[in-house]
């Protein structure tokens, strides 16, 4: 199942765990780009794609942390990240001989350094590499990578994480990257919620929606994202891109941050709830965008 062809003999041993909206378009990319590359997935089905594109299938999260070179994981949340790491049939258990680990989850500080803390007693090297952006920037390969971590990881991944993204700065110790994603997406979880009030506004006022669009789209608050979610909260088109409840969580933590550091985030904190009644509300799965269901 492990063995390379001739022609990447030569080329490093790729691990990816976690196919969701994101991970699948990920792994597949590094196909693309002639990686060799093993997979797997708590639902195995999810593997099926990949795997008819080249990938290999490992049975477990241990197996491909002991036949790689490099693991990368990307999945929903904290929980799900230490579950990915720890255990019988986690990485840890198979990291070994300076193996690399690179968890691009989003997580708090706290828990990227519990994970880092596991690998490198398990005799791996650790790197966090959250990243920025949804499903159409990790399709394209466009993704913003926020690593922080061990440097020599960092510097074995770069080839990958070239073809998966854009942008990759080093951003130095372990927790650096997580940091930096909570404070990335709270303020675009707080752009949305304020897009949202405003159009509602507009809209309730007898303005012409795709007008309000236009005219912002013209000025200095011109921005991608308004320009990609204007258009599905005119058309109540919730086609998930990044799920909702995903960015409650990272809102959640990153209120929990400034907690931490006694710093008061009051408009980061009703944005929360606002994305937290749209997760009562069933929109959970739907794409951040729901949260003009709540506001509307």
């Known amino acids: 199942m492990f063995q390379q062809s001739k022609e990447n003999k030569n080329m490093k041993k790729f691990g990816f765990i976690g196919l969701g909206i994101m991970g699948n378009a990920m792994?597949?990319?590094l196909l693309k780009a002639g990686f060799d590359v093993t997979v797997w997935n708590r639902n195995p089905d999810k593997c099926t794609e990949l795997v008819n594109q080249g990938a290999h299938q490992g049975k477990s999260p241990k197996e491909v942390a002991t036949h790689c070179d490099v693991t990368f994981t990307i999945v929903s949340d904290p929980a799900a990240a230490m579950a990915i790491c720890n255990g019988p049939e986690g990485v840890a258990?198979?990291?070994?001989d300076g193996r690399c680990y690179i968890d691009m989850s989003?997580?708090?500080?706290a828990t990227s350094q519990s994970i880092a803390t596991t690998i490198i007693e398990a005799g791996g090297r650790f790197l966090e590499a959250p990243v920025s952006g949804t499903k159409k920037p990790a399709e394209d390969g466009t993704l913003i990578i926020l690593a922080a971590g061990d440097k020599s990881v960092y510097d074995e991944a770069l080839p990958a994480f070239e073809v998966m993204g854009k942008m990759s700065p080093y951003l130095g110790e372990v927790g650096q990257g997580a940091k930096m994603k909570?404070?990335?997406?709270?303020v675009m979880g707080g752009m949305l919620s304020i897009f949202s009030e405003g159009l509602s506004l507009g809209l309730k006022a007898d303005l012409d929606g795709q007008q309000i669009l236009d005219i912002l789209d013209a000025g200095a608050m011109a921005n991608p994202m308004f320009k990609v979610k204007g258009p599905m909260l005119l058309d109540e088109n919730y086609t998930t891109s990044f799920p909702l409840k995903h960015m409650q969580k990272d809102m959640r933590l990153a209120v929990d941050l400034g907690d931490k550091l006694n710093l008061t985030l009051p408009t980061a904190a009703i944005a929360n709830e606002s994305f937290k009644q749209a997760r009562k509300a069933g929109a959970g799965d739907e794409d951040i965008a729901a949260i003009y269901k709540i506001i509307k």
């Open 27 to 29: 792994a597949l990319n």
């Open 106 to 109: 989003t997580v708090d500080d």
């Open 182 to 186: 909570l404070v990335l997406n709270m």
């Open 93 to 96: 258990a198979g990291i070994g």
